[in-house]
């Protein structure tokens, strides 16, 4: 399968199948076009009709560049077939029960309500609760007892808002600590906050602590103040930003993500990411909201197209940026078009509901942090494992080839099938398709794919 767009004044040829990436003229790009569905004769024919007066286009010319491209179709890197429907399914079969991920719920409470928390402002549906320690060290003994053969284990801190049972987190990172060493095993923490109560404390121990921080940042004061607020009604930017300054700059290096979401009010959503930039931020991320259909803080239509702009207006800019000494990362433009995930990850997905689950303060497993609340998803407990199989098993067959809709859809080898979550929220459904979401994803790879393109053409 073969995706060919033009971007930026490149002329970018996805071969999706064997990963190649070509930038050629305008010439290659046309003969690439009709290559498969016409004969030699017949694209050298359309060829010097359009571009008739070009003294560099001639037969001698159009024929050597079918020639190439046969070339490249012969080595595996143009028109590559599909080969990887039966191994859709395999890399999670292989593994097994093995879990390597747990994504801890140690507050389901917030200090901020923000009117489109898919976690309904940290209850998730529910009661307001903190996380003792006691469950939330059954949970770090049940993935060291889960984890099989695994080194790295990953555990999310998060809520709600988690520094609302700091004193938790603490505990639970030195326990990790205390065993981790005779388990075999190396605990790599992120911690998600909105960032009211960052103090001191919270910064010295997560800059040592913490593998990665999420920094929850809208953009703009007006824009974030618009929805993060506050139960009095108080936006938060004010509160936080000197205080995320603070963190990153203490933090030497070390990851981290200034992470946001646009909305109906913000589609002209670049002008937060190059705001973030501006106040020296430079690893950041920025997610169309998710919301019911409805909510007027969903995307429309007309919405959707406005974002697409501007994550070509965004690209075009980092790579300016780059060209100017100031660069900044931007989360969905990271690619490794070279030795990026194996083939099996990149069709078997992100692994919820097998190899990464959601703890809720209680002890209960959830596929991911998304779909806790929803009772229908619960897996089981850390106490007894994974009791709902059945689920289990629907989760581990949701891969890049599980719906029908992208079986022809260029992309599905990046996304992997989608976001189970999404799919659910917009469907009702894991393996529906959540098509506003799929635009967006294609849109952002054409752009991460231009930008590794323009790096590697040196501009």
């Known amino acids: 399968m073969v995706h060919q767009y033009k971007l930026n004044g490149y002329n970018i040829v996805l071969d999706t ?37 070009r003294e560099d286009v001639t037969e001698e010319e159009l024929r050597l560049c079918i020639s190439d491209v046969e070339a490249l179709k ?7 077939p599909d080969t990887f429907a039966p191994m859709a399914g395999t890399l999670k079969e292989r593994s097994g029960d093995v879990v390597k991920a747990l994504c801890l719920h ?9 009117s489109y928390c898919f976690a309904s402002q940290g209850k998730y549906h529910g009661d307001r609760a903190l996380m003792s320690f006691e469950v939330g060290k059954r949970a770090l003994d049940y993935l060291i007892e889960h984890s099989g ?3 790295n284990l990953e555990v999310d801190f998060f809520g709600g808002e988690p520094l609302m049972n700091w004193d938790v987190v603490k505990q639970l990172v030195e326990y990790a600590r205390s065993v981790e060493k005779a388990a075999g095993k190396n605990f790599r923490f992120t911690l998600t906050t909105n960032g009211v109560l960052i103090d001191d404390e919270v ?26 607020v506050d139960y009095a009604g108080n936006g938060s930017y004010d509160r936080i930003v000197p205080k995320f300054k603070e963190f990153v700059e203490k933090r030497g290096g070390k990851n981290y993500y200034m992470r946001g979401t646009f909305t109906h009010a ?6 937060d990411v190059f705001h973030m930039a501006d106040m020296g931020f430079t690893e950041l991320s920025m997610e169309p909201v998710v919301c019911a259909e409805g909510d007027p803080a969903g995307l429309t239509k007309e919405d959707i197209e406005v974002v697409k702009e501007e994550y070509e207006t965004l690209a075009t800019e980092m790579l300016r940026r780059r060209q100017e000494g100031r660069p900044f990362t931007f989360y969905h433009y990271m690619i490794d078009l070279t030795s990026g995930p194996c083939i099996y990850k990149r ?5 919820s509901g097998t190899e990464y689950m959601a703890v809720t303060p209680w002890g209960d497993l959830y596929p ?89 053409m040196g501009k």
């Open 74 to 80: 012969n080595m595996g890197k143009l028109f590559t």
């Open 266 to 271: 913000n589609p002209d959503f670049t002008k």
């Open 106 to 114: 140690v507050a389901h409470t917030c200090n901020l309500n923000c």
């Open 149 to 151: 053969s695994r080194r």
């Open 368 to 456: 991911c942090h998304q779909f806790v609340g929803e009772e229908a998803y619960k897996l089981g407990n850390i106490w007894d494992g994974v009791t709902n199989t059945q689920l289990r098993e629907e989760f581990r067959a949701c891969n890049a080839y599980a719906r029908p809709e992208c079986r022809d859809c260029w992309a599905k080898l990046y996304c992997s099938g989608g976001c189970a979550a999404n799919a659910y929220h917009a469907t009702g459904t894991i393996r529906g398709v959540y098509e506003p979401g799929c635009e967006l994803f294609r849109k952002r790879m054409e752009c991460a794919i231009m930008i590794k393109v323009a790096e590697d």
């Open 17 to 53: 199948c064997s990963g190649s990436v070509h930038s050629v003229d305008d010439v290659a790009y046309d003969i690439i076009a009709m290559y498969e569905s016409a004969s030699a004769d017949e694209i050298v024919r359309a060829m010097l009709e359009k571009y008739a007066g």
């Open 347 to 351: 069709i078997s997905g992100c692994g």
């Open 203 to 228: 910064i010295e121990f997560s800059n040592r602590e913490m593998s990665n921080v999420v920094l929850s940042l809208d953009g703009r004061k007006e824009i974030h103040d618009r929805l993060r």
